[in-house]
């Protein structure tokens, strides 16, 4: 597949090096690395996308993405998600178009699936054999499957405090598996970092790995492709920050290339009890320093207490946007959770945090009523199974399977269920 990517530019150095090579960090200054595009030859290129109707995937912006050939795609039909419209939320709010982006319906359960299925891709395609990534959960999941499916030797050391089912799932799917031991997020940090220097081992941690962010960008494109211009505003639960960089990416070259004629305002949601990006934001601070307790949140994919690089990446987004960063607290999640699941979406906590926050962001008048608000919701419930306990608890009547017992039950109702009662 063709591809408008030129090279890989350090944000620190700004030196440039060959997307054949198989990097992870910057290797002259350690720096982080970005994919450059052509954009003048995306701009001739762009109108394709309307014509390409082959598959729903993300691999429909083959050509928007790092270059991979065909033989070496492995997917899974990850993205084309659905944009559902909210029925109760965004009314009682008094918000004409909200929307939820639904990455519960990814084939690993998460949003995660976008990256992993172009970060594999692309390791097979510059001939990298195996990997590792450290992870939340989720990021373990999709990667062990993507690696599986693709013949791809994977490692995952997924986070004590995951659940017991994302740490059975990495497993499932065929990855070798370890559980990380911390008390800081530094620790991983700095065990990263010294992998990266010392030993020939390629890494598929956000940012550090430069490819998986960049499938992010396919949220943009999807959302400008559905809703025929890009959100006023979009709020995306943050832990590395991938997700919401990569969208912003996206639209900032859907911008360039003439598709919207507007950016969203990127809003970053973490827990409070960790909200490191809220307290930098406070502050007018470009860089955030670790915050809080990562034990202390039943948000598992978005609890860390600082961030990677100092979250440089992610505060930029959010004020060159002209967004913010929040935080919201254990029971405004919970009842998020219990209300998107009254829309039909049974979503884990950490992606739940977005409509946490978005109700914030209408308190604090962020939001206007015209605005067209996009929240993702970046994961299933299923994967958490005991937060799901957490927040409604497990049916308290039972009853024997009687005709009487039916008939009590029903006229306890309230009759509900009646054939006249709508
Ligand atoms: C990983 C994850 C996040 C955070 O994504 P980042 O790209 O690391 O910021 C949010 N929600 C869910 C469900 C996740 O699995
Ligand atoms: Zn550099």
């Given at each position: 597949m063709a591809s408008y990517a030129q090279c890989l530019v350090c944000d620190d150095c700004g030196r440039e090096f060959s997307l054949r090579d198989a990097l992870?960090?910057?290797?002259?200054?350690?720096g982080l690395l970005e994919v450059r595009y052509d954009m003048a030859a995306m701009r001739r290129g762009v109108h394709s996308l309307a014509s390409c109707?082959?598959?729903?995937?993300?691999?429909?912006?083959g050509q928007f993405l790092p270059p991979v050939q065909e033989e070496n795609i492995v997917t899974l039909g990850e993205g084309g998600t659905p944009l559902t419209p909210s029925v109760h939320i965004g009314p009682a709010l008094g918000l004409k178009h909200l929307y939820f982006k639904n990455d519960t319906m990814m084939p690993t359960g998460s949003f995660k699936d976008r990256g992993f299925s172009l970060a594999v891709s692309y390791a097979k395609e510059i001939g990298v054999q195996n990997g590792f990534t450290y992870s939340s959960g989720n990021a373990g999941a999709s990667f062990s499957a993507y690696a599986s499916r693709g013949g791809f030797r994977a490692l995952v050391c997924v986070e004590y405090v995951a659940s017991q089912t994302k740490m059975a799932m990495i497993n499932l799917y065929g990855a070798r598996t370890a559980i990380l031991e911390f008390e800081r997020f530094a620790q991983i940090e700095e065990m990263l970092s010294r992998a990266s220097r010392e030993l020939n081992l390629y890494q598929f941690v956000n940012f550090i790995n430069?490819?998986?962010?960049?499938?992010?960008?396919t949220y943009a494109y999807e959302i400008v492709e559905a809703l025929g211009c890009a959100p006023d505003a979009m709020f995306h639960p943050v832990g590395t920050g991938g997700g919401l960089w990569g969208a912003w990416k996206g639209y900032c070259e859907l911008e360039a290339l003439g598709m919207t004629d507007r950016r969203p305002r990127m809003y970053c949601v973490q827990p409070a009890v960790t909200a490191h990006f809220r307290q930098a934001f406070a502050r007018g601070e470009r860089e955030a320093a670790p915050y809080g307790d990562?034990?202390?949140?039943?948000a598992q994919s978005i609890a860390a207490d600082s961030p990677l690089h100092g979250g440089r990446r992610i505060l930029k987004a959010v004020y060159e946007s002209d967004g913010a960063a929040l935080g919201v607290s254990e029971e405004e999640i919970l009842q998020a959770l219990r209300d998107l699941a009254h829309e039909g979406i049974a979503a884990e906590p950490a992606s739940a945090s977005t409509v946490a926050a978005l109700r914030q962001a209408c308190a604090q008048g962020?939001?206007?009523?015209e605005d067209t608000v996009v929240c993702v919701i970046t994961g299933s419930a299923l994967k958490q199974p005991a937060a799901v306990v957490s927040a409604c608890g497990v049916p308290q009547t039972r009853i024997r399977a009687d005709f009487d017992a039916l008939r009590a039950l029903l006229a306890s109702d309230g009759g509900r269920g009646g054939k006249t009662s709508g």
């Open positions: 992870n960090t910057c290797p002259a200054c350690g109707e082959q598959t729903r995937s993300i691999w429909r912006y430069p490819i998986r962010h960049e499938a992010m960008k990562p034990t202390q949140t039943i962020r939001i206007n009523a």
